[in-house]
């Protein structure tokens, strides 16, 4: 992974079909369970006239739905994708031996991102950019609307998992194909921020998509920033079921304290992370 290859206009469309792809299934997604919901509505005597508000009502609601729907018919296939770019590496004379993954790794990576999480979400709160994005507040809230349980399956495992495959697994493997780590970094960074649509939760993502980007190079082990994104996404679903999160934002102390803490203990994983030799594999 130390050479790199000349950027062309064919290596940039490899990198950035599986996004754009991505895209395309959950738009796909939102057509069918928009026909399906008016199919559904006109059958039990709903008034015609109301098709159009009640449909665009119901996608909204349910947007944690088609999520995860999306997900689930998206992680097979990039799956086999992301399968087949190891096996290419493979036979270029890759070996998985020169990047051992430890447990302590691992469990640091978990928890540098759920830190970062959390000290990205206070940093964005700090700023005025909810008020020049209004959508970011329609997005978080459909997002964290329906059951507990829907939550956690699209928003805390599937959603990361797939997200994970396309931009780091795919996009960013294959960016590096072309690039040094850090222009591969940076720019899978860019791309996860765009993806997300919205000026607040783009720098969000941007943020965190570094420094998963950062854990894909050092480990070459797509498990490594999925389950990072899984633990941060997990505690932050739970903070917001569970009323915490609000609490912790309720005053000047204790957000401060919280982002004190996160922040020290993200820096402090990068450094355990680091002198552990993970950098440097």
Request: glycine share 10%; net charge negative; hydrophobic share 50%.
């Amino acid at each position: 992974m130390d050479g790199r290859r000349k950027v062309t206009l064919g290596g940039l469309w490899r990198s950035l079909y599986p996004v754009l792809l991505y895209m395309l299934i959950q738009v796909t997604v939102s057509i069918f369970y928009v026909v399906a919901a008016g199919v559904v509505w006109t059958i039990q005597g709903g008034n015609p006239w109301n098709l159009a508000d009640y449909l665009l009502d119901h996608l909204v609601e349910e947007t944690i739905l088609v999520v995860l729907l999306a997900a689930l018919v998206t992680i097979p296939l990039y799956s086999w994708l992301y399968y087949k770019d190891i096996q290419r590496k493979r036979w270029a004379g890759w070996k998985d031996e020169w990047f051992p993954l430890r447990e302590g790794d691992l469990l640091w990576a978990v928890i540098g991102t759920a830190a970062l999480a959390m000290f990205g979400n206070g940093l964005i709160n700090l700023l005025p950019l909810s008020s020049w994005a209004g959508e970011y507040e329609e997005t978080a809230e459909a997002l964290y609307s329906g059951s507990i349980w829907l939550q956690l399956a699209a928003v805390g495992f599937f959603g990361p998992a797939v997200e994970e495959l396309t931009m780091r697994g795919l996009m960013y493997q294959r960016f590096r194909s072309m690039m040094r780590p850090p222009a591969a970094i940076f720019f899978s960074a860019v791309v996860f921020g765009l993806f997300h649509g919205n000026l607040v939760q783009g720098l969000y993502a941007f943020l965190i998509g570094l420094y998963l980007a950062w854990l894909m190079e050092c480990t070459q082990r797509i498990l490594v920033p999925m389950i990072g994104h899984m633990s941060a996404n997990l505690l932050v679903v739970l903070l917001q079921d569970s009323g915490l999160l609000e609490k912790v934002y309720g005053s000047w102390e204790t957000f401060g304290a919280m982002m004190v803490f996160c922040g020290v203990l993200s820096l402090f994983s990068i450094k355990i992370l680091r002198e552990s030799g993970l950098e440097g594999r």
